[in-house]
């Protein structure tokens, strides 16, 4: 049985205006989410993740153009099941029909996601009120109830509070249930823990999976951590300069990954159990957008670099029904690389002590 698409981005390619130039941020990105499902996009700083997002939400700075692309959002209202192309809103609408209420997001810094002359309720209550009209005696009951279910306690009293006055993980709770409030379809979680220590970044991420089951809500993630990848989602789609290079389940792309750029990002997560003086670093830096990409982007940095990855950009090629890969390694004719060997240990090893702490 084939799945339900929520969201489905083909083509999407983005530019923006600069006193530089024309930056290509966004270049022909494919992206597909389930009903139900966590997608996981991540790469380095820079990649185009939280434009890919941002693009979703209508919410880009104003000095971009969309060159190319649709984006499918498929979400229930008054009239039932509808799927519209989100390019084709004007900013007004998306506000009044579809952020906030069919598709939420949780930004990486709370303190500048809350209002800080707002109190806590008010802020959890007003989505309810401008989408819905919702009473405020219910609205009220609502919010005490998310501030339940994002674990909360004594939600009364945190109800009067003033962003200043939470911890940066209450914070960041407060956030969630903001995003929650009118029931979204898709939530779009931008780097969430990122300002927030180790043990509060576990509390959120597992708050957040809870939260999935409960719901049935759809979820992508925006993040570099692929540590935090391995713990909640189901697909993975890997980005740089501006492009989706491979995407796969989760453990497509943690126990066979294809192409250099995800081996680099796999070789890059730290562990505990390997004493090395110096974490992996990917050599080289990203391209330069403000110039056109010639063949493979990340060529100049992979080290299994063929002479065609200088002068041609590959294609995605199918390496099962779910998982592809753009690298010409993939090529019939191109010599027989695999992924290192001490990575394949390596990753194998920390998948199974993740295992053993519990997905």
């Given at each position: 049985m084939e799945k339900e698409k929520?969201?489905?981005?083909?083509?999407?390619?983005?530019?923006?205006?600069?006193?530089?130039?024309?930056?290509?941020?966004?270049?022909?990105?494919?992206?597909?989410?389930?009903?139900?499902?966590?997608?996981?996009i991540v790469g380095e700083s820079g990649s185009g993740k939280s434009v890919t997002v941002k693009a979703v939400m209508g919410i880009l700075s104003g000095n971009e153009t969309i060159n190319s692309g649709t984006i499918m959002f498929t979400h229930t209202d008054e009239t039932g099941q509808v799927t519209e192309d989100l390019l084709k809103l004007k900013k007004k609408e998306m506000r009044r029909r579809i952020n906030g209420r069919h598709i939420a997001m949780v930004f990486q810094d709370p303190m500048t996601s809350l209002n800080p002359t707002m109190s806590v309720g008010a802020q959890i209550m007003e989505g309810m009120i401008y989408h819905f009209n919702t009473p405020r005696k219910e609205a009220h009951e609502k919010a005490l109830n998310l501030l339940k279910l994002v674990g909360i306690s004594d939600p009364e009293k945190r109800m009067k509070n003033y962003p200043h006055q939470l911890s940066g993980g209450m914070r960041q709770?407060?956030?969630?249930?903001?995003?929650?409030?009118?029931?979204?379809?898709?939530l779009i979680c931008d780097e969430p823990t990122t300002a927030l220590d180790v043990t509060i970044q576990a509390k959120i991420l597992e708050l957040i999976k809870d939260i999935q089951k409960k719901m049935g809500i759809s979820v992508i993630y925006i993040t570099h951590d692929l540590g935090v990848v391995a713990k909640v989602a189901d697909n993975v789609s890997v980005m740089y300069a501006g492009k989706i290079i491979e995407s796969g389940t989760t453990e497509e792309i943690f126990y066979d990954p294809r192409h250099?750029?995800?081996?680099?990002?796999?070789?890059?997560?730290?562990?505990?159990?390997?004493?090395?003086?110096?974490?992996?670093?990917?050599?080289?830096?990203?391209p330069n957008l403000l110039k056109k990409v010639e063949g493979d982007a990340f060529a100049p940095r992979n080290i299994y670099a063929l002479n065609i990855d200088f002068k041609k950009e590959p294609p995605m090629f199918k390496v099962t029904d779910t998982h592809?890969?753009?690298?010409?390694?993939?090529?019939?004719?191109?010599?027989?690389?695999e992924m290192p060997v001490q990575l394949k240990t390596r990753i194998r090893a920390m998948l199974e002590e993740g295992e053993k702490n519990g997905k």
């Open positions: 929520i969201l489905d981005i083909r083509n999407l390619s983005i530019s923006f205006q600069t006193s530089a130039g024309e930056v290509r941020a966004i270049r022909g990105v494919d992206l597909t989410l389930c009903k139900g499902e966590t997608l996981a709770r407060v956030v969630i249930a903001i995003a929650l409030a009118c029931d979204p379809e898709l250099p750029y995800t081996w680099g990002l796999l070789s890059a997560m730290p562990d505990l159990e390997v004493h090395d003086d110096l974490l992996y670093t990917i050599p080289g830096s990203p592809y890969a753009a690298t010409w390694l993939l090529h019939e004719s191109a010599p027989k690389v």
